[in-house]
């Protein structure tokens, strides 16, 4: 396997995939043979069922894959060269088909541009996961267990010795740390079709690793970690190791987030730095109220994290964001200003999301919620936000129910790229996840009251 960038010439191709997300932010696909491939194809896509990516109910579910070829990166393999390309999606009458990740995102970024105050958002995405060399889980009326084993000391009997603290990985070199050469390549592979990663590191966990991205711009930024996700898991299978993106696969070790960096941008400027608290703008102020506002009534979180493995990470007394609150290099901050900038660099990183989300729809809220602040002049200090004290008051719903009732209740400002429909689809296919979680006895609940 072997990942290259894409230099337009359709000659050398033997397949053509089409990448669809579904609403899960997942990527779903469709291959054309080369004698199927053509550019009339590329112009005027393929037709496939959209209520088996949970869209669209079955008799409206007829939809059109038109391939971004600005997304496309070739794959070599033994069967030969892959062109692999993110699509758009339209409905049978050529419409847009607005609960589409990516079509939602990009109506976000046009609700932006029309508020006049910003041109462009910037996103650096952290990608945080763990790497395991064996996993086995099951769950049935009779059974519910989860086994995982990794080479730095995760599992009973399938570790390397010597072997680190589970809890002090952070930074860790080799041989200490047993994934440097498989983060090389998946580094490698990501640069090579123009993903752009500023570096890699341990995580402080065991078995916890980190990519962090540059900077793009939002869309961008969404399109290239769900295609990032997926050719970190195919690489990590072609090393005969598993990948997990789960918050918090790990009892009582460190969760993983995504955390988001951002600046908004105008005329090619960044408009968040300034002269008030931190270093920030006014406006940057602004946004900051707005996201944290959003994530207070749950509303934001409901899309930043959304799955019942979210709350298993956002838990107190750790470093894990669980209150709306914003600081200067502070780690347990939601909004966490770096201490390490220049002056005129300013920029802010929200902590709170985890790689569960559907990654169009998280960035699309987070700017949505920002133009909220920012067009309702919120200011962070009057709302106690830059404050340490009263922490336990503004502190956010912690499971996925009460963050659902959140959104379901605090959704007008993700009107002008959320339709109704998908909110409520959103919160439907939620529910059915929290309720399949919450009503299974677990093995824990076995340990404290089997014999009660």
């Not at 060269?81 to 999606?89: E, F, P, S, W």
């Not at 983060?183 to 570096?199: E, H, S």
């Not at 962070?380 to 959104?407: C, H, I, M, Q, Y």
């Amino acid at each position: 396997m072997e990942f290259l960038s894409y230099d337009g010439n359709l000659g050398d191709i033997d397949y053509l995939d089409f990448m669809m997300l579904d609403i899960y932010g997942s990527i779903r696909s469709v291959t054309l043979p080369r004698s199927y491939i053509s550019e009339a194809v590329i112009q005027e896509g393929v037709g496939f069922d959209a209520s088996n990516y949970g869209f669209a109910d079955v008799t409206q579910s007829d939809m059109v894959a038109i391939p971004d070829m600005q997304t496309a990166f070739v794959e070599s393999r033994e069967a030969g060269k892959i062109l692999h390309t993110l699509c758009n999606v339209r409905a049978m009458d050529g419409s847009r088909f607005e609960l589409y990740p990516r079509t939602v995102l990009l109506n976000a970024m046009q609700a932006m541009r029309k508020t006049g105050v910003a041109d462009d958002i910037k996103m650096l995405m952290e990608l945080e996961f763990h790497v395991l060399e064996d996993v086995n889980y099951a769950t049935d009326y009779s059974h519910s267990y989860y086994r995982l084993q990794s080479a730095e000391g995760i599992g009973p009997d399938y570790y390397d010795l010597p072997r680190f603290n589970i809890h002090r990985g952070y930074h860790r070199s080799y041989p200490d740390d047993r994934y440097f050469d498989l983060r090389n390549r998946m580094v490698d592979a990501l640069c090579a079709i123009g993903i752009p990663i500023k570096y890699h590191h341990h995580e402080v966990g065991a078995a916890q690793l980190e990519l962090e991205f540059d900077f793009l711009s939002a869309p961008d930024a969404a399109d290239k970690v769900a295609i990032a996700k997926w050719v970190i898991r195919n690489i990590a299978k072609e090393n005969d190791v598993f990948v997990t993106f789960m918050p918090k696969p790990i009892n009582k070790t460190p969760g993983n987030g995504m955390h988001v960096h951002q600046f908004m941008e105008k005329n090619g400027q960044s408009i968040f730095p300034g002269d008030e608290v931190f270093g920030l703008s006014r406006t940057a102020l602004q946004y900051s109220a707005g996201l944290l506002e959003h994530s207070l009534s749950g509303a934001l979180l409901a899309l930043s994290n959304p799955s019942t493995n979210s709350f298993k990470r956002l838990v107190p007394g750790f470093e894990a964001p669980i209150c709306a609150s914003m600081a200067k290099a502070s780690r347990e901050a939601s909004i966490r200003i770096p201490g390490y900038l220049k002056k005129g660099f300013e920029r802010i990183e929200y902590r709170t999301g985890d790689a569960t989300a559907n990654t169009h729809f998280m960035l699309a809220a987070m700017i949505l919620a920002g133009i909220d602040g920012i067009q309702a002049n919120m200011d962070p200090a009057t709302k106690g936000f830059t404050s340490a004290e009263g922490a336990e008051k503004r502190r956010f719903p912690l499971n996925l129910d009460a963050v659902l009732d959140g959104l379901d209740a605090d959704h007008a400002f993700l009107a002008p790229a959320f339709p109704e429909e998908l909110v409520q689809l959103w919160i439907s296919i939620k529910r059915g996840e929290a309720r399949h979680v919450y009503h299974a006895p677990t093995p824990e609940e076995y340990e404290l009251y089997f014999n009660a």
